[in-house]
């Protein structure tokens, strides 16, 4: 099992802070994915990153992908209410389609 | 915006029936998926699906499951003799093979409740 562990797993903040969410693991994956799901529904896709050491940018959200690529950070600015959620890394390994989903962070932001 | 989407939302059956769910991925999409989520765990691999044959299956995937594609488009799940411990949200899911195959998108689930 390739085990992606996320921490926090809870967090609750006021609007207009800042966040990290870490998804951590021993494994090297050839890409992850960040995704987001709301109680009752399918995780949205909303980045994937594959180079180590990779930045994307969405709106207020940064993803970082590690050096060596089994570890990422999602990093959120001036937190809304509508960022409130859970949170999900989920690594590809090389050669295989399966994605390990990691174990959620919950998000709160609080008006 | 293509999307995947997932019949029936909810499932009630009796443990020891069978249950199909239906999936109906994005249409130029190559690579299907299921996978599952028991309420408060983390969601799980359970079998992909390229050129109609299972690439790829867990552990959790065992005779009692199948996967099949009848037609072009719709890609199910059977459970043949379902137990308790089946209860969970199922999700499809869906992705193609340029660039990053694993990038799925992922239907909004079944909730399949077995009492």
């Known amino acids: 099992t390739q085990l992606l562990e996320q921490s926090p797993q809870f967090l609750s903040i006021q609007e207009g802070e800042n966040l990290t969410v870490y998804c951590n693991s021993s494994?090297?994956?050839?890409?992850l994915q960040w995704y987001r799901q709301e109680p009752g529904e399918g995780p949205v896709l909303l980045v994937t990153v594959v180079t180590g050491g990779e930045v994307k940018k969405l709106k207020r959200l940064t993803f970082q992908f590690g050096d060596a690529r089994k570890d990422s950070s999602l990093h959120i600015t001036a937190a809304q209410p509508g960022d409130t959620g859970l949170y999900l890394c989920?690594?590809?390994?090389?050669?295989?389609?399966?994605?390990?989903f990691g174990t959620g962070t919950r998000l709160t932001v609080i008006p | 915006e293509p999307e995947v989407t997932q019949t029936p939302s909810h499932q009630v059956t009796q443990m020891g029936q069978e249950v199909i769910l239906r999936c109906v991925p994005i249409s130029n999409h190559l690579y299907f998926y299921w996978y599952r989520q028991i309420l408060g765990q983390k969601v799980e691999f359970l079998v992909s699906?390229?050129?109609?044959?299972?690439?790829?299956k867990s552990e959790i995937f065992d005779d009692q499951f199948s996967v099949e594609r009848p037609d072009g488009s719709n890609f199910t799940l059977k459970i043949r003799s379902t137990k308790l411990e089946d209860s969970a949200m199922y999700f499809c899911?869906?992705?193609?093979?340029?660039?990053?195959?694993?990038?799925?998108?992922f239907g909004q689930g079944t909730r399949l409740t077995v009492v």
């Open positions: 899911a869906s992705s193609d093979d340029r660039g990053t195959k694993t990038e799925a998108f």
């Open positions: 699906f390229y050129n109609n044959e299972i690439s790829e």
């Open positions: 989920a690594g590809a390994k090389s050669g295989a389609n399966n994605l390990f």
């Open positions: 494994s090297v994956f050839s890409s």
